[in-house]
Nanobody
Framework: QEQFVESGGDSVQPGRSLRLSCVAS????????IGWFRQAPGKEREGVAC????????VYGNSVRGRFAISRDNALNTAYLLMDDLKPEDTAVYFC?????????????????WGQGTQVTVSS
C-alpha cells in the first residue's frame, strides 16, 4: 500500500524550531513531487510547501515563506520540512503527499498517498 508516514511533530514554544520527516512506503519518492500541507481545527487544509522531483525547485505558502524549508533525500525515500521561528498560528496537523514529478502546486487535489499526519503545537 502506497503511503507516507510523517513524524517529528511536538509541542514547542513560539520561536523554536522543528524538523518534520515523511517516509514513503510502497513507492519510490523520486518519481514524484512532494508537498507538505497542514490543517488546523475548524480550518481547511492549507498548502505549506512543495518540491519538484529531480531539480529541487520549491514553492512556499505566503504564511511560511522565509521560515520553513522543504527538502528531500531520494536515497532515503524521505522528505523533510524544517520549521524555524514557529508561531502559535502554525499549530496544526502536518501531512505530506505526492504529486506528478514536475508539478509545483500547493493545491491539494493534485496530490495522493496522504499519510496520517503529525501534530505540531506552538504555545507558550
Amino acid at each position: 500500500q502506497e503511503q507516507f508516514v510523517e513524524s517529528g511533530g511536538d509541542s514547542v514554544q513560539p520561536g523554536r524550531s522543528l524538523r518534520l520527516s515523511c517516509v514513503a512506503s510502497g513507492f519510490t519518492l523520486d518519481d514524484y513531487a512532494i508537498g507538505w500541507f497542514r490543517q488546523a481545527p475548524g480550518k481547511e487544509r492549507e498548502g505549506v510547501a512543495c518540491i519538484s522531483s529531480s531539480d529541487g525547485r520549491t514553492v512556499y505558502g505566503n504564511s511560511v515563506r522565509g521560515r520553513f524549508a522543504i527538502s528531500r533525500d531520494n536515497a532515503l525515500n524521505t522528505a523533510y520540512l524544517l520549521m524555524d521561528d514557529l508561531k502559535p498560528e502554525d499549530t496544526a496537523v502536518y501531512f505530506c503527499a505526492a504529486a506528478p514529478p514536475l508539478l509545483l502546486s500547493l493545491k491539494s487535489s493534485w496530490y495522493k498517498y496522504w499519510g496520517q499526519g503529525t501534530q505540531v503545537t506552538v504555545s507558550s
